[in-house]
């Protein structure tokens, strides 16, 4: 059932009871159902003329961002756009906040302008945990350091389902940096519960062996991974998390790990490749597979937007009304 | 100073082998001999289901004055030490400036006199400004009171220089205590590294960090026959590499504090930064081998590393948060909670790592009940149900992981030098006014 016009009306009947979304972590499968069904009816609307509901309509939705995302930003402040809410943007880093300052006064004074949901994007992991227990807010997490991108981690799993039409029993690869991703660790969290089989793939500095006890298959050796996945989710190399020396060099990374045209003719023909942006072509992916058939970067991005509403909508459902 | 009479407690001493109920006497500042002598009693405290111990020493503490007397000051940490049941408090030389000349040692002990709290003894830092490069000037630490030598806070990475100091030092014959850490295969690391640190995205502290220095260390020890103390050891392999090292009769010791026998690094997954400590909290293995260590003997010591930070600025992100816990005030009932009621330690086995061990470490006339020694004594109710409350800490600072936990036993009276310096009950008639400080 697509959402009315109306204020208040509900796109679909949801399990979701919380006030914040900090992480994939926490959520059973049944609240990240909701959150993709919602987000399926909310998706309708992008294609309409008219892409707006009044469902957030006189709510205040602050970005608060303490490390650069334009995606991530644009993508959360387009979705409340769509619900009608008012949005504002608070970008910093931690290192400019006053002496003295800490992350905790600076959401304390916006929330004092009258906010209803903080968007949280910080360097730290738990940072937006920390927060959840100094605001009366909700806190969404949009990226804790290496920690978790719930939003992300859902977008992802949003786009496997559409094209596949399912996530249980699907083989699904990580490939590159796990160990400073948070990208990762949604993904991980949220495949698990729906049953898929996750292997992490990438130089043994960056893919801890100790993700197996998650439940994870690790290994080295892309092309020994390869034949058996249904899906591969590219992972950005993070150079500025690099503590240097975490592989030889970017050359050597892309010999090893750089999905090609070559290397997806070795996998499933119905092969789907993910890649959270922004990319670096001819790093992770070649230009030919970035935009070639295999590709649903362009989907993730499109899902990402029904993926936020939704969101912003169900923590949203928690607030006390004020209509 | 008056007379005291503490009458029918259960009396252990391990420095005398001595478990058994009785009176204890005390009168100007000293241990009487059973008794009490001639003396008649001023003051009498009734300790029946009691024990009555030498007064605790605690080799390992931060009071951060100068420089982060926010935090905590001489004065507050030394109350807090006697709320605690501690009479004695080595404190480290981390301070701004450090405690790494003769003035800045004395500026320790004066402050500790004039507070008259626990005993104060400072710990002279092993190198210059703890910069790691050149010895600091030990002998005039010596002389300004220091008891012992650490960079603590860091570790002396210098291998040579950890030798110099080492061979140096054998003529006080004092320790060099070393805070265990190789720190290039920690740079970045909030926590324990393992499972835990993956799954919450945060840098991560190996094990192997620790062990390694450890190990250097007691190959050091071995070479120039100087005395090596391992601060708050975490890891299951340190300890038997200091297991090891004694049963080769190297002149190794170690200590470990609460938080690495009652804690696991799953804690993190709160990301309350009271769990943010160095050495980290580690796995359940870990803290196994740490009990088993203090079971066998290869451990002799129970410390805190009593390390306060204020309220802003543990408030911070994880990462940005400092390492460590105050722990004075919950030495005790962590103790009894978490190695004595389970059966880990007798009362005597506990007793004596935070008595007459500590004395030995840092060579003080203390730490005993015998006749004639130093009248500090601590009486413990052993069997009392609490719950700890950081509210109530006489610190300064309220960064507990222990914060409404509860525990059992807690320090009931405590004396400093024949003085009756801390009463939980109010059981203890008053202290004549005017009594004469020494
Ligand atoms: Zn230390």
């Given amino acids: ?323 | 100073m008056p007379t005291i009479q503490i009458t029918g407690g259960r009396i252990i001493d391990p420095s005398q082998n001595l478990d058994q109920v009785g009176d204890l006497w005390i009168s100007r500042g000293r241990i009487l001999p059973s008794g009490g002598g001639n003396e008649e009693a001023e003051i009498v405290v009734d300790a029946r289901g009691l024990i009555v111990c030498p007064g605790l020493i605690d080799v390992h503490v931060h009071l951060r004055e100068p420089g982060n007397e926010e935090d905590e000051t001489i004065a507050t940490g030394a109350a807090a030490a006697l709320a605690g049941g501690v009479t004695s408090v080595a404190c480290m030389p981390n301070t701004i400036p450090p405690i790494d000349t003769q003035a800045a040692a004395e500026f320790v002990v004066l402050q500790g006199r004039r507070a008259k709290q626990a005993n104060v003894f400072p710990v002279g830092a092993v190198s210059k400004g703890r910069k790691g490069e050149e010895l600091a000037g030990l002998g005039q630490l010596v002389a300004g009171g220091a008891v012992a030598f650490t960079d603590d806070g860091s570790p002396v990475s210098n291998a040579g220089l950890m030798r110099r100091a080492l061979e140096y030092s054998k003529m006080f014959d004092l320790v060099i205590m070393q805070h265990c850490q190789v720190m290039e295969l920690t740079a970045g690391g909030v926590m324990n590294e393992g499972f835990e640190s993956m799954r919450l995205g945060l840098g991560g502290m190996p094990a192997a960090a620790e062990d390694i220095m450890v190990a250097r260390d007691i190959r050091l020890a071995e070479i120039t026959g100087g005395r090596l103390h391992i601060q708050h050891i975490s890891t299951a392999r340190a300890v038997e590499l200091v297991r090891e090292g004694k049963r080769r009769g190297i002149r190794v010791t170690a200590e470990a504090c609460p938080h690495h026998f009652s804690l696991t690094d799953e804690r993190l997954r709160s990301f309350d930064s009271n769990y943010k400590m160095n050495p980290p909290l580690r796995t359940a293995e870990d803290v196994a081998a740490v009990i088993e260590g203090l079971k066998d003997g290869a451990i002799e010591i129970l410390c805190t590393d009593h390390a306060p930070h204020a309220r802003e600025k543990k408030m911070r992100e994880l990462d940005q948060a400092p390492f460590g816990i105050v722990g004075l005030e919950t030495l005790l009932p962590i103790t009894v909670t978490h190695l004595i009621e389970p059966g880990h330690l007798s009362w005597s086995e506990a007793i004596r790592k935070m008595t007459i061990n500590a004395a030995n470490l840092l060579g003080l006339s203390k730490g005993t009940l015998r006749p004639g020694a130093d009248a500090d004594v601590t009486i413990i109710d052993p069997s009392t149900s609490w719950t700890i409350d950081a509210s109530q800490f006489r610190s300064k600072s309220r960064n507990t992981p222990y914060d409404g936990w509860e525990v059992r036993g807690r320090a009931h009276t405590v004396v400093v030098h024949g003085e009756v310096r801390y009463t939980l009950g109010g059981i203890v008639q008053e202290t004549p006014a005017g009594a004469s400080p020494s």
């Avoid at chain 1, 890649?275 to 295999?294: F, M, Q, S």
């Fill in chain 1, 1 to 323: 059932m697509p959402p009315a016009d109306a204020p208040g009306s509900d796109p679909a009947p949801t399990a979701w009871t919380r006030k914040h979304l900090l992480g994939l972590e926490d959520l059973s499968r049944e609240e990240m159902t909701a959150v993709l069904d919602t987000a399926e009816s909310f998706s309708e609307i992008s294609k309409r003329s008219r892409k707006k509901v009044p469902a957030l309509q006189g709510r205040i939705v602050f970005n608060l961002f303490f490390e650069n995302s334009t995606r991530t930003r644009t993508s959360f402040s387009l979705a409340a756009k769509r619900l009608s809410a008012d949005t504002q943007d608070f970008t910093a880093s931690v290192s400019s906040l006053s002496k003295g300052e800490t992350f905790i006064d600076t959401a304390k004074n916006i929330e004092a302008m009258g906010c209803d949901v903080m968007v949280v994007r910080h360097p730290t992991p738990g940072a937006p945990h920390l927060l959840s227990q100094h605001v009366s807010s909700s806190i969404i997490n949009a990226g804790d350091g290496a920690h978790e991108h719930p939003t992300q981690g859902l977008l992802d799993l949003m786009t496997i389902r559409r094209a596949k039409g399912k996530i249980e029993g699907l083989t699904v690869a990580l490939l590159g940096d796990i160990a400073h991703s948070r990208v990762a660790r949604s993904n991980i969290w949220g495949l698990l519960k729906f049953g898929a089989k996750v292997i992490l793939c990438g130089p043994p500095t960056l893919v801890p062996r100790s993700m197996e006890r998650l439940g994870c298959e690790v290994a080295y050796r892309l092309e020994d991974v390869l034949p058996r996945c249904d899906v591969i989710n590219v992972l950005r190399i993070q150079f500025e998390r690099q503590q240097g020396g975490m592989f030889p060099s970017v050359g050597e990374y892309s010999q090893f790990y750089m999905m090609t045209q070559e290397r997806v003719r070795k996998a499933k023909p119905d092969l789907l490749i993910l890649a959270p942006g922004p990319i670096n072509r001819g790093v992770e992916l070649t230009p030919e597979v970035a935009d070639g058939k295999h590709s649903a970067i362009l989907d993730q991005v499109t899902n990402g937007l029904a993926v936020r509403m939704a969101v912003l909508y169900l923590v949203s459902g928690k607030m006390p009304a004020g209509e």
